[in-house]
């Protein structure tokens, strides 16, 4: 599942006594951590941000994109990289520490949410933390770039023909699904039973569709190094750490395990 934004990379600043509120080590609490999966982590690069600021943790991370994944094992050769969908997860239960599922959501098919979030849930330990973060029901829902394909299928197929964006998605049964933006009603019914929501934060506005939009043609190109598209990527951060309430074009849920 390829992310559409991942802006919370952990930075060497994150680590300092006043860390970015929006980072990862704001939200999770990877100082006691030995182990996070990184759920739809396309080339890796929440993984590796996590690398550079913990090199000590054990980390492992699944794609349904394979040329994605390749890109990642290059990045960490040690980290548990597998090509899998998140509802069958190959990991033994209670393994993780944390895990972060980043814009991924919203591609699993409806009827296999409940059961991607089990598997979650399994593979934690007890008192575990899973961040997730997903597309909110909010004022511009309806620009979001991953749904043009289905409003548009011409005009996307021609900009993005060669790119690699649904690569995975389209080879599984389901195909290439609608990207739904939940209410968080939906999210305290999916997660019911399995987690305590202990933070939420609604953020992003208009900047964070429309800076992903431009970078469709980084994707068709497959160049995810260059500085306008880290530019791009710095913008989609500073709007998602607004809080824009109820009008929010994304939600951030900080999710416990429930003791067993």
């Avoid at 930075?11 to 996070?36: I, T």
């Avoid at 043609?217 to 109820?246: C, I, S």
Wanted: glycine content about 8%; proline content about 6%; charged content about 25%.
């Amino acid at each position: 599942m390829s992310a559409t934004c991942a802006p919370m990379f952990p930075s060497k600043r994150a680590s300092g006594p006043n860390p970015d509120r929006m980072s990862l080590a704001h939200w999770l609490d990877l100082n006691a951590a030995e182990a996070v999966l990184d759920v739809g982590c396309n080339v890796g690069q929440l993984l590796q941000g996590l690398a550079q600021v913990r090199p000590e943790l054990r980390l492992a991370g699944i794609e349904v994109n394979g040329d994605a994944l390749n890109i990642a094992r290059r990045a960490l050769p040690s980290a548990a990289l597998h090509v899998c969908g998140a509802e069958a997860m190959p990991f033994a239960d209670a393994e993780f520490d944390c895990v972060t599922c980043v814009e991924v959501l919203e591609h699993i098919p409806p009827d296999l949410r409940r059961a991607a979030l089990q598997e979650m849930c399994r593979v934690l330990k007890p008192g575990g933390q899973l961040l997730l973060q997903v597309p909110h029901a909010g004022t511009f829902a309806w620009l979001d770039p991953g749904n043009v394909r289905f409003r548009f299928p011409k005009l996307y197929s021609r900009l993005l023909q060669r790119g690699h964006r649904d690569q995975g998605m389209q080879d599984r049964a389901e195909g290439v699904v609608w990207h739904h933006h939940f209410e968080l009603k939906e999210l305290e019914s999916l997660t019911a039973g399995l987690f305590t929501i202990e933070r939420t934060h609604h953020g992003g506005l208009l900047f964070f569709p429309l800076s992903d939009l431009a970078r469709w043609p980084f994707y068709k190109l497959r160049v995810y190094d260059g500085r306008l598209f880290h530019a791009l990527g710095k913008l989609a951060e500073w709007d998602l750490a607004q809080d824009y309430g109820e009008r929010s074009y994304d939600v951030r849920l900080l999710l416990r395990k429930r003791a067993e």
